[in-house]
């Protein structure tokens, strides 16, 4: 194939045909075979190899991987819309109310106007045309080039909050839609700093601006209060007359003015500096001055700037726009320290500033080979991608294992180890990280893929380092939203799907070798890409099939489910048996049964959680002793025991107390244990134990009849107790904090060979049984008891809940009272580390951003934002509603309660009513603690049904 490339390329009217061929071959060929051409002694070979590297460079660095984050409404799916229609990929624009857009193509989102599941799409910006055939002059603005741009459009909606994280977790950059009238919102802010964990430059599209209450100039001090960056603010809105409607933008970087007329917004009219002085003289001047501030800002922050601004005779209009451009993407892309946002104007609903703000993506966002090295993971050693393609990172990895192998073992050369290194990498053709698993009712499971290095091509073997197993990748397909186009090969830093896979979840590295074997040599079996951390679940439902036969296929489905969306969780509860689904939200949950029952067809109803609440004794009751005797599967059984049970608390046990129990010369003590919150004891009287030194130490009895032994003894009494304490004798609940002692007397319980393990199990549980309905008053239950009976009775217990709450200043006085007064809980700490899990990413590496709560908080008086028609003077000075604030007002805090889980159950969507929606929580189980009379009452009522 190679050759025959080399004789067309010798050909002049052939070799823009050859020369796009072998770059596609290059591409499919993976490192080994690059070194080798490298290596090759062919001049023409080496030539022609170089330029397809070069021409797939170009191509490279002329994608976007870009994402759409913002809270829910602000306007994502309807700027994709848009943008698909400037890009001429759609011939009409779709619209959310109607449910006629591309992205939101799922029943549930057209039927809610939301979107739930992020939608990958793939445009060209600018359109391509024919005329494009030379390379554009270096000193143009990349976007006279035309650009591949990768996007997805991301949910809002704090429920699906997973949904955005697998998302970021692949983008090069993103861009922050944020409402004009509503501000910086709470899922913006959530977003946003997640998107900071995995140093995603972003730019800010401010929308919304035609709607009554916009104020641009508002907004842009709360991106610097809310977000902790500098707006570099690019654009100003152009209302008609100065307080008029807004019909335009005015472009600080270009010193111009853009008018859109009605209707489609393809029609744009371009007013240099001059004519707006002439028509629009306030915006002008204006302009004058966010040109001034914007200059000021990047000054501030890039040596270029400065350089140039000097040049210009310190002339901040007369600084090139190029210029300017190429300083905010030296800004946007630096990674350390407080950011730059650059900040645009638009109104995309009536296509005002699309078109501008896709200019913006490819000018400024990054391409793949200019994003920071994504962090791997291999045979414990983490290092950066690049790294490992180095051969540098599998060295140390060999390096470390042979410094924790046995000290006897002769170690390799350090330059054998970089040869076999530098052979194993050669042979890595293709790794990429699975981020989302779909299951397309037509295509089956469809994978999508973000490709890190090398390429995925068609027909083959990916090895899963997760799961340790190999798939055929079959098909490879190119997503266009709902639409797909099937190809040879996905190429380094695209995104698409792989058709076929059946084992591949959200989160899994695949990896492809050139020697097509299985399994790659270690260490690369172990490479991993930084999986998604998944957040933890705060809100649970029960899930029941319609029969038993309906129960595989339930769990089938929901095996499905998880596999797609691992935000969602499956138990089941050891007490009721229930299957319960948990997730993020009731939302989330809800979204999850419709796709449950209607798209994976599964016959089964999701019902509200069932509390699982425990029972506990009050007091101690006499030793009762039973005596079974039944025929048990047609044999003769006959057997008995005593038993007492007693309140008991294991986090204020008395060892003394239990030295008192078990120190009693007459009885031997079988079993002291811990058993789902309760002790159990087991004593025996007369048993005449010895001990089998040949068999190990095990103890045997002579007295117990032929077949069992003392360990089957103690596990049938056990058996027998556990049962009983299942159910309690009050509200039918199992038992806790109970301890039950146990009695066997081998002269009165031992009947002979009827005394079966099965007799010995069936008369501990009517002892323990006869017990606790003792608690009770019950006087048939005492009827064998030796002394007068105390009738302490039962109370009911229930679930306690470790609750993290993380609210702004504002909002803690809510908060708190609402936990401790409205709900029954109690507050622990405020502020102070808890060990539980995190709902946000944790940062790539050593050297992620600094932190932005480490850094002050930005001055809103300093930022330049231009003043918002109908806003006082006051306002325009920086005293914003929300500037006007103090900073503290904003200020994140924990707090740390102890919460009952019914309590618990749809607290997130209280929480966010308290909190402006900025609050979030998680939880974990602590303990079962005892209701007090009146909490008890309220629950049996609920529980009876209201009566």
């Known amino acids: 194939m190679v050759a025959a490339l080399l004789l067309r390329a010798s050909h002049p009217a052939a070799r823009p045909i050859a020369l796009q061929q072998g770059q596609a071959l290059i591409s499919r060929l993976g490192n080994h075979a690059k070194q080798c051409i490298r290596k090759s002694q062919f001049p023409k070979l080496q030539n022609f190899s170089s330029s397809a590297l070069r021409g797939n460079a170009d191509t490279l660095d002329r994608t976007r991987n870009i994402g759409i984050i913002a809270h829910i409404d602000a306007g994502k799916t309807t700027t994709t819309e848009r943008m698909l229609y400037y890009s001429g990929f759609t011939r009409r624009i779709g619209d959310v109310d109607e449910g006629s857009t591309v992205t939101d193509f799922l029943p549930a989102e057209r039927a809610r106007g939301i979107t739930i599941q992020s939608a990958a799409i793939t445009f060209h910006w600018p359109p391509q045309t024919a005329a494009e055939a030379s390379q554009p002059d270096s000193q143009a603005p990349r976007s006279a080039s035309s650009h591949t741009v990768n996007l997805i459009d991301t949910p809002g909606h704090a429920d699906f909050t997973f949904e955005v994280l697998r998302s970021l977790r692949i983008l090069d950059g993103a861009v922050c839609i944020l409402d004009g009238v509503a501000g910086v919102e709470a899922q913006t802010e959530q977003v946003w700093h997640q998107a900071s964990t995995y140093r995603i430059p972003r730019i800010v599209y401010i929308n919304k601006l035609d709607r009554d209450g916009a104020a641009f ?36 970087v270009n010193l111009q003015g853009l008018r859109w007329e009605d209707g489609d917004g393809k029609r744009v009219k371009m007013f240099n500096l001059q004519q707006l002085e002439a028509e629009e003289s306030r915006l002008a001047q204006e302009l004058k001055r966010a040109r001034v501030a914007l200059v000021e800002l990047l000054s501030e922050y890039d040596e270029v700037m400065v350089e140039k601004f000097f040049e210009y005779d310190e002339d901040h209009l007369a600084v090139p726009a190029n210029e300017i451009a190429q300083s905010l993407r030296r800004c946007l892309l630096e990674e350390q320290g407080r950011k730059i946002i650059p900040v645009f104007a638009g109104a995309s609903f009536r296509n005002v500033g699309v078109q501008p703000l896709l200019d913006a993506v490819v000018n400024l966002l990054p391409s793949p080979v ?13 290092g950066g991608l690049r790294h490992l393609l180095s051969g540098d990172l599998i060295v140390e990895q ?30 890595l053709s293709g790794c990429a990280l ?46 266009y939203a709902n639409d797909a186009v099937e190809v040879d090969s996905i190429p380094e830093g695209h995104i698409g799907v792989v058709v076929g896979l059946k084992h591949a979840r959200t989160g899994d590295t695949l990896v492809s070798y050139s020697t097509n074997r299985p399994t790659p040599p270690e260490p690369l079996d172990t490479l991993q890409l930084r999986p998604i951390k998944v957040p933890p679940p705060v809100f649970f439902a029960s899930v029941e099939p319609h029969s038993l036969s309906e129960e595989k296929r339930l769990h089938e489905s929901l095996a499905m489910l998880l596999r797609e969306d691992p935000s969602l969780h499956v138990t089941i509860d050891e007490d009721s048996g229930q299957t319960l689904l948990s997730g993020m939200g009731e939302l989330h949950l809800e979204i999850a ?8 067809k599964a016959k089964a109803t999701v019902g509200r959680i069932e509390i699982g609440y425990r029972e506990c004794a009050l007091g101690s009751s006499e030793p009762i002793t039973k005596i079974f005797d039944k025929d048990v599967a047609g044999r003769r059984g006959k057997a008995g025991c005593t038993a007492r049970v007693s309140a008991f608390d294991p986090d ?11 120190a009693d010369k007459d009885k031997d003590t079988l079993l002291v244990e811990m058993q789902d919150g309760n002790q159990i004891i087991i004593q025996a009287v007369g048993l005449e134990l010895t001990v089998n030194e040949r068999k190990g130490g095990v103890e045997e009895s002579a007295v117990l009849p032929a077949g069992t032994d003392v360990a089957t003894l103690r596990t049938a009494l056990q058996n027998g107790c556990m049962a009983a304490l299942a159910r309690g004798p009050q509200f039918s609940f199992p038992m806790h904090h109970t301890r039950t002692v146990l009695t066997f007397d081998a002269a009165a319980h031992l009947f002979g060979n009827e005394s079966t393990p099965s007799a010995l199990t069936s008369a501990a549980r009517l002892a323990t049984t006869a017990a ?10 005492s009827a064998s008891a030796s002394g007068t009976n105390t009738g302490t009775g039962t109370a009911l217990m229930e679930p306690v809940m470790n609750v993290v709450i993380s609210v702004d200043e504002a909002s803690l006085g809510a908060v708190v009272h609402d936990i401790s007064s409205a709900r029954g809980g109690h507050i622990v700490s405020l502020d102070e580390d808890i060990p539980l899990p995190s709902t946000d990413a944790s940062p790539t590496s050593s050297d992620s951003p ?23 003077p006051s306002v325009a000075l920086g005293a914003s509603p929300s500037s006007s604030l103090p900073d503290t007002a904003h200020r994140p805090r924990t707090i740390a309660a102890k919460v009952p889980l019914k309590e618990m159950v749809g607290y997130l969507k209280h929480l966010r009513s308290l909190s402006a929606g900025r609050g979030t929580f998680v939880m974990s189980v602590d303990r079962f603690e005892k209701m007090s009379p009146p909490r008890q009452k309220a629950v049996l009522t609920e529980l009876r049904g209201g009566y």
């Not at 508002?218 to 209302?239: D, K, N, Y």
């Open 370 to 382: 200019e994003t920071p090295d994504p962090e791997v993971s291999i045979g414990g050693v983490t």
């Open 217 to 252: 100039g508002r907004t842009v001090r709360e991106v610097a209060s809310r977000l902790a960056g500098w707006p570099a603010v690019c654009q100003i809105p152009w209302f008609e007359g100065g307080e008029g409607r807004f019909v335009g933008v005015a472009d600080a």
């Open 652 to 662: 204020h046990t008395d060892p003394e107390e239990l030295t008192a129990i078990t």
């Open 850 to 872: 600094i932190p932005y709560e480490d850094l002050p908080p930005i001055d809103a008086s300093k930022v330049y934002a231009p003043p918002d028609p109908f806003e006082s």
């Open 398 to 427: 060999k390096e470390a294992a042979a410094s924790s192998s046995h000290k006897g073992k002769p170690k390799k050369k350090k330059s054998v180890v970089q040869a076999e290194s530098r052979n194993a990498i050669e042979k």
């Open 593 to 600: 049964r419709d796709r449950l029952i209607n798209e994976l």
């Open 434 to 479: 699975a981020f989302k698993v779909v299951n397309d009712a037509k295509r089956g499971v469809l994978v999508y893929v973000r490709v890190y290095s090398g390429s995925l091509d068609r027909g083959s073997l990916l090895y899963n380092t997760n799961l340790k197993v190999s798939e055929r990748a079959p098909r490879l397909l190119k997503m």
């Open 772 to 781: 606790l309905r003792s608690l009770l008053g019950d006087p048939s239950a």
